[in-house]
């Protein structure tokens, strides 16, 4: 283990973070957990500590708060940490409709906009070679990427609407960084868990009573649910789509979408000040 090489999970104290975390903390890794709420998740960061002394550090971070995901990002910089792989875990699919500090829809703020902001901020503490890891999910096929991405309203509002939205999003920029930084070999790849049992999934105790006997013989744990971003951060490719153990590149359709340039147009005006 390098000691001063550090691997940042997001919403490390979730279902699938939690599982991410205590995975690499056994291998022998510094993983940063990065919470939104500390108190709650410093006892999981205490265990785990406790199963592997001296590996796992937590930090405070906000994806709903530009301003937040600024001070982490600077508190890494200050600290000079050399990042070996930022692992974008975190997210969320909220029933009712809810904004960020700064007035966006929550589930685009903080699955897309947010992750976007913290990637780009911490791409200079990324040693070359690293790698960065997204979180998708099988939505991204229903989802839509159009002009119209940021203007969710609490009238038009749907959690798979946005939820399918953001992870669209995310795979494109996913597909974008990926082609970006190969000239410093940082891989860039997309993680999908698959259907785990998590809060997220549990969140109403199920979409409805067929979808529950549809997808109940499939559903994953959270340990088998990081697999897809663990075995992301150990394959040394770039642009592609891991699912569990296997992985492919990220369909043409979505590595050429004609939103792409537009979303990350997008994404860097509204974060400016931010950066
Ligand atoms: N479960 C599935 O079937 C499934 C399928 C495909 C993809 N995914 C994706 O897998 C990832 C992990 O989800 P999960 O199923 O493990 O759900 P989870 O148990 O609800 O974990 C979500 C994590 O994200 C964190 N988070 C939420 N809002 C945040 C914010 N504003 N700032 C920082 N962290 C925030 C949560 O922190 P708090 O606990 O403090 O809220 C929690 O640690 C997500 O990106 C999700 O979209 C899940």
């Known amino acids: 283990m390098n000691t001063n090489r550090y691997i940042i999970v997001t919403g490390a104290g979730g279902s699938i973070g939690s599982a991410i975390t205590r995975s690499l903390a056994h291998e022998g890794h510094n993983v940063i957990m990065a919470c939104r709420n500390v108190a709650k998740d410093t006892p999981l960061c205490q265990e785990i500590d406790k199963e592997c002394p001296g590996t796992v550090t937590i930090m405070q971070l906000d994806l709903a708060s ?112 990926a082609q970006k930084l190969s000239a410093r070999n940082i891989h860039v790849n997309a993680a999908d868990p698959g259907v785990v049992d998590t809060g997220m999934i549990r969140m109403d105790a199920w979409f409805d009573p067929l979808a529950d006997k549809l997808f109940r013989p499939i559903i994953s744990t959270p340990r088998q649910g990081a697999l897809s971003a663990l075995t992301a951060y150990r394959t040394p490719c770039s642009g592609e789509i891991f699912e569990k153990t296997r992985h492919h590149a990220i369909p043409k359709r979505l590595r050429q979408h004609r939103y792409t340039s537009w979303l990350i147009a997008e994404a860097e005006r509204l974060t400016t000040q931010w950066r």
């Open 66 to 177: 530009l301003d937040s995901i600024k001070s982490f990002a600077d508190n890494i910089k200050d600290k000079g940490y050399a990042i070996e792989a930022l692992i974008n875990n975190a997210g969320v699919m909220n029933k009712k409709y809810r904004t960020t500090h700064e007035g966006y829809e929550m589930t685009i703020g903080v699955n897309f906009l947010g992750t976007y902001l913290l990637t780009e901020l911490l791409l200079p503490s990324i040693v070359d070679g690293g790698s960065i890891t997204f979180t998708t999910s099988l939505t991204r096929y229903i989802g839509t990427v159009d002009e119209h991405f940021f203007d969710l309203t609490a009238d038009n509002y749907g959690r798979f609407r946005a939820y399918s939205r953001s992870k669209l999003a995310t795979t494109l920029y996913t597909a974008h960084l």
